[in-house]
């Protein structure tokens, strides 16, 4: 019987001391050690991805190094490593190095380099053109592919490349083929990747073994959920989700599937966002963070978020009252940070108001109170909370969601501040449901919370509809222009109002100053504000 080890691990984006000691744990493992060959994912080595560390010539040579000392140290396994591979003329690749006691037996270079959204492969390296013979292996022929490869029929890669280097392989013959991966997760994604490796078992006749990243690097989360499926298409096992954990494949595969329980979705999503909470926090060599606690849903939220992910004693909020603060705001606040068990700041922000507004008696114009004296409010809370950040150490989360970013309904430097903004990839609708959904594990937010208007609180009886459409509708037309790309006249016809539209696209267009300063935004979208969604900020049309 022959015993593959998925190692579904979590590796850290240009950790390459820290990525090979991970390594070496897994190996030393009584599992590794009796399994005839261990897998890691994509890049496992480097962290995915590494960006412009590759560039750097000693990032090379430490990456060169350790895999000669993984090979050295574990002489008597078998294992395959995700890592960067350079030739002598500096063409580097994104390659699985197979060592087999001790020695490389292989070295697969990827063939299909994404470079649409999050992904900029091409610019890093090269992608293999010549055909890949699979390896022989124990009286096994094995095809290799990593992550991209075997995406080829999807959508997103339709038309992208010419050549499908797994059938490529699978057309030679195949006792089972390897997939390594940094696939990042997105809802939905899971199915995808089942869908597009079914075709190829099926279609084939062999087993697929997909073995994924987990674990969050800045803005990508991957969800892991490493699995096993048989020539029929059906899982023969599945590692869990957002957690390391090692799957063991024995081959001849059982004929009998595995029962598999779909996720709901918004608890993909609530574990997603606590992952990748986690793993910025602890990556930064940090361990506590700072929230603006307003009393309303997205401070709720992100607060309820950070305590999932960190723990309670770690998650310190600050409470910034106004004269414009609510009583509600105020005893909404005090009961989330009590039913949370986190510590409570409450630093009333009037007084240094005042001030402001003293200085800039002379410059402002004294008839009207305006955005600029709004914006003031906003920022003071900000720079406060800064200096808690600085004086005691940790990172400041941000608390604004998709919608308010996408239409600019923040303050920067205010609002914005921060090192992550967890939500910010969550629809305003998305928020209550995510909320709800943290309260059914500990119940922290009064129903209030999720009744009440929303509002910024930053005049007079304000709310958020006094300047947006509900937000029923506001993100369908928001999801139709910035996930799906659909023109103003395509969303008019999906039964929405002209002004409405013309309305909403403008604030879009107008706010992509904002978005470009925005802190990292954890991506659990198709289409995330960030490094995948790159908009020119100075482009108005020229005017004589």
């Known amino acids: 019987m022959l015993k593959i080890l998925l190692a579904q691990c979590n590796s850290t984006c240009s950790d390459i001391e820290g990525n090979r000691k991970r390594i070496e744990s897994v190996l030393s493992t009584q599992n590794a050690q009796a399994a005839d060959l261990v897998i890691f994912p994509e890049l496992f080595l480097t962290g995915y991805p590494p960006k412009d560390h590759v560039f750097e ?22 294992f395959i490593l995700g890592t960067i591979t350079q030739s002598e003329d500096g063409v580097r690749c994104n390659s699985a190095v197979w060592i087999d006691q001790g020695q490389i037996l292989a070295s697969y270079q990827k063939a299909l380099l994404p470079s649409y959204d999050v992904f900029f492969e091409p610019r890093y390296f090269k992608g293999r053109k010549q055909l890949f013979e699979p390896v022989s292996w124990k009286n096994y022929k094995v095809a290799i592919s990593i992550c991209e490869d075997f995406w080829f029929r999807d959508g997103k890669s339709s038309g992208k490349y010419e050549t499908d280097p797994v059938i490529e392989q699978l057309e030679e013959g195949c006792d089972f083929l390897l997939n390594l991966s940094a696939s990042p997760f997105e809802e939905g994604k899971s199915k995808n990747r089942k869908d597009l490796a079914s075709y190829y078992a099926q279609k084939y006749q062999t087993p697929f073994l997909f073995c994924n990243m987990v674990g969050g690097n800045d803005d990508l989360i991957f969800d892991g959920q490493s699995f096993i499926m048989s020539a029929q298409g059906n899982i023969q096992g599945q590692a869990k989700s957002f957690s390391s954990d090692l799957l063991l494949c024995e081959f001849p595969l059982s004929s009998k599937e595995v029962s598999v329980t779909e996720r709901d979705s918004i608890a993909d999503v609530a574990d997603a966002l ?55 705001s105020h005893d909404d606040a005090h009961l989330i940070a009590k039913n949370l068990g986190c510590s409570l700041d409450v630093i009333p922000i009037s007084e240094a108001i005042n001030t402001f507004e003293k200085l800039l008696e002379n410059s402002f114009q004294p008839e009207a109170t305006g955005t600029a004296e709004e914006n003031i409010q906003a920022r003071t809370r900000s720079l406060l909370l800064m200096a808690l950040s600085n004086h005691h150490g940790g990172l400041v989360l941000s608390t604004g969601n998709k919608s308010e970013i996408a239409v ?25 449901r995510l909320s709800n959904y943290l309260n059914q594990t ?103």
């Open 57 to 78: 010539s000693d990032f090379m040579q430490r990456c060169d190094q350790a895999l000669k000392e993984l090979a050295q140290k574990y002489s008597q396994q078998s």
């Open 274 to 328: 606590c992952l990748g909470v986690y793993d910025f926090v602890r990556k930064n060599q940090q361990s506590k963070v700072w929230i603006a606690l307003s009393g309303g849903i997205d401070s709720a939220c992100v607060a309820q978020l950070a305590c999932r992910a960190l723990g309670s004693k770690n998650v310190k909020l600050v409470f910034m009252p106004s004269k414009y603060t609510r009583q509600m």
């Open 408 to 432: 600019g309904y923040c303050t920067l430097y205010g609002d914005m501040v921060g090192a992550l903004n967890p939500l910010g990839d969550v629809w305003k609708s998305q928020v209550y």
């Open 442 to 544: 500990q119940v922290a937010i009064p129903d209030r919370v999720y009744t009440r208007a929303p509002s910024a609180e930053l005049k007079e009886d304000q709310e958020d509809q006094d300047s947006l459409p509900s937000y029923e509708i506001l993100d369908a037309i928001l999801s139709l222009r910035i996930e799906k790309k659909y023109s103003a006249s395509e969303i008019i016809a999906e039964g929405f109002s002209d002004e409405t539209v013309s309305k909403v696209l403008d604030l879009v267009e107008k706010s992509e100053f904002k978005r470009s300063q925005s802190p990292i935004i954890l991506k659990i979208s198709s289409v995330a504000f960030g490094s995948g969604r790159l908009y020119p900020v100075a482009r108005t049309s020229y005017e004589d």
